[in-house]
């Protein structure tokens, strides 16, 4: 320890020997380390204390503030403007907290599966229904998912890891939600009055969907598949009343309420359901 602090102390030393030599750096350069610097600042993940609860700060060059619990662990999110300091991120944490304390119990409560391994006997929910994993050994190369008569059968080489059965589970994961998608968005856009360039599905952590209204582009989580296809029904229309209204004030809750008069209950299962992994 003692000679790695010497080190560090002799290369110190020779930085600030170097910084009294007469600079060349024009103003030019000097502005553009600046502005490299700030971008490499953006998106670096901090950490702020706030009532004895860690939170991951990103700084982005965005204009809102943004709070987020995850569902699963309930940890807490934010997302913030670079131009807000670590005092103002916590005044305005503290302002939430009663609604971020509501979710970290709301997550406490939520029943967890267990973590899969992708081996056999572990289950896997599709459509809302239990399927019993197996594994079984086969010379193709590629590994193959179907369901047959009631259980999730996996074909692949004896030699493939964990990570690749899970690779190929959510490969099927991911086919069978863009079956659900096509069969339920001509319904969807019809009800709403509006339809997107286009659906795009990917894992999400903390929403079920997003849209993003300048490009017309909804993003769907692929753990959507494993929900009633009701569930998938109600975030689509959520996501394309989007398209009328960019946020969730009163506008939204009244479009949501014609598009779909029972979304309050199918939004309190999802947040109160089981938290199916993939």
């Given at each position: 320890?003692?000679?790695?602090?010497?080190?560090?102390?002799?290369?110190a030393t020779s930085s600030r020997a170097r910084s009294c030599r007469p600079s060349t750096i024009t103003p030019w350069q000097t502005a553009?380390?600046?502005r490299t610097e700030m971008k490499r600042r953006a998106g670096a993940v901090s950490q702020l204390m706030v009532s004895g609860t860690a939170v991951a700060v990103t700084r982005k060059a965005i204009k809102n503030f943004y709070v987020r619990v995850d569902r699963e662990t309930g940890e807490v999110r934010v997302t913030a403007p670079r131009r807000l300091s670590d005092d103002e991120i916590g005044r305005l944490l503290r302002r939430d907290w009663p609604w971020v304390e509501k979710q970290r119990a709301r997550a406490a409560l939520r029943p967890h599966l267990p973590e899969h391994r992708y081996e056999t006997g572990e289950v896997f929910y599709l459509w809302g229904r239990p399927y019993v994993l197996t594994v079984r050994e086969s010379p193709a190369r590629r590994p193959v998912v179907c369901v047959r008569a009631g259980r999730l059968l996996l074909h692949a080489e004896a030699s493939l890891g964990a990570e690749e059965r899970q690779k190929a589970i959510e490969e099927w994961y991911r086919a069978r939600l863009a079956q659900g998608i096509e069969a339920l968005q001509g319904e969807a856009e019809a009800i709403v009055g509006r339809r997107p360039r286009e659906y795009r599905i990917k894992k999400m952590k903390t929403r079920w969907g997003t849209c993003n209204t300048a490009a017309g582009r909804i993003w769907l989580n692929l753990k959507l598949a494993q929900y009633r296809p009701a569930i998938l029904r109600y975030i689509m229309l959520h996501e394309l009343t989007h398209l009328w209204v960019h946020n969730h004030g009163p506008a939204f809750h009244a479009r949501m309420d014609r598009f779909?008069?029972?979304?309050?209950?199918?939004?309190?299962?999802?947040?109160?359901g089981p938290a199916y992994e993939i």
């Open positions: 320890m003692r000679r790695h602090a010497a080190r560090s102390a002799a290369s553009r380390s600046r779909c008069p029972d979304w309050r209950m199918l939004k309190q299962e999802l947040d109160d």
